[in-house]
């Protein structure tokens, strides 16, 4: 790995704060919605939004906390580490100064990711169902809420990622320009698809409802059969895998670092059967509902599925950065590192 590797650069800077921003105007804008939804007396709305506000801040802080006291563990235990041998004490001093921006930069950008499919992705699906049903005048304020949580749903994957592959001397960078671009156009595309998708499934029935939960339960059992080790805590861990098992309801990513070639084809075939399905179904059950609207959903719905699997077979055939060590797949908290480190290895995505 080149010695700019180890720099936190003025761009990685630039991003960190972009994602900061993004988050917060999304909090904003949803904060924003709730009071108009009152002072509107549709408080069952109110109550959604901000009980999916509170949801995110909640589980995120709690992971925020944990980490504290485990990092400070690990400094009580062990202050100063290894200490390096004199010729080479700059550069070291020097890379570990980087290497704790990344370690930060990393974890900061889980706690968006966290907090963005426990509360900007239901709120998400809320506001679309809404929309949809045409019960209100749609305001600016409502498209701005959806615009900021498409793209900070996408953005916090995205970054993730990015973070992720550079704080791990073992795994190879993920590449600026283009692939960055076609990595965020698949999950953006992907997410957007299926979020459209179950709120068509929603308007044809609120026991739309109870299928979606047992999709999370599925989704957190298949979790539990993987058998992660993020945490430090047997309840943490919990409390992790249901956070993952909502998060793999909107789209696929990889919390074991083992080949995924199957379990991705498995995922996105049946993504594509709801996709298909969703837009079927209403037309048949409810040919009443308004062809102009239904007409636009079903070209995203489609148009989104398609460019979206498109980008992410031009992405893992073409961009995806293939060089690594034989130990990448070796990921949540395998080996005898600290929980900074186990923090890092987790999620690695193929």
Sequence with gaps: ???????????????????????AGDIVTDISLTLTFYQEEHHLWAGLTLGFIVLGLLVSQIFSYAWFWDDMNDFVINP???????????????????????????????????????????????QVYIVLLGHRKNSILQYLS???????????????????????????????????????????????????????????????TVALSIVWLLMTMWTNI?????????VLEALYRLVVGVILMFTF???KGHDTKVAMRIYYSTFTLLNVASPILLA?????????????????????????????????????????LPDTDEVDGLSKENNSMRRMRTFVQP
């Excluded at 749903?153 to 692939?179: K, N, Q, T």
């Excluded at 048949?284 to 992410?312: R, S, Y």
Aim: hydrophobic share 45%; aromatic share 12%; with cysteine.
């Design 284 to 324: 048949v059950l409810m040919p009443q509902f308004n062809e102009n609207t239904i007409l636009v959903v079903d070209i995203l719905i489609l148009g989104g599925m398609f460019l979206g699997l498109l980008c992410l077979v031009l992405y893992y055939m073409r961009l995806h950065p293939t060089t690594k």
């Design 226 to 234: 993987l058998q992660t080790n993020f945490c430090s805590s047997k």
């Design 80 to 126: 100063k580490g290894k200490t390096p041998s004199q010729d080479c004490l700059n550069v070291k001093e020097r890379r570990e100064k980087h290497q704790k921006l990344f370690c930060m930069a990393t974890d900061l950008s889980m706690l968006k990711m966290f907090e963005t499919f426990l509360e900007s992705a239901p709120q998400l699906l809320l």
């Design 253 to 255: 990513f990889n919390v």
């Design 146 to 208: 959806m615009a900021f949580s498409f793209i900070s749903i996408a953005w916090s994957l995205v970054d993730y990622r990015r973070c992720l592959r550079r704080s791990l001397p073992h795994i190879s960078e993920m590449p600026s320009g283009l692939p960055t671009v076609i990595y965020l156009l698949y999950k953006l595309c992907t997410i957007t698809s299926l979020i459209l998708s179950y709120s068509l499934f929603l308007i044809l029935s609120a026991y739309t």
């Design 1 to 23: 790995m080149s010695t700019s590797d180890f720099q936190y650069t003025k761009l990685r800077w630039f991003l960190t704060i972009a994602g900061m921003f993004l988050y």
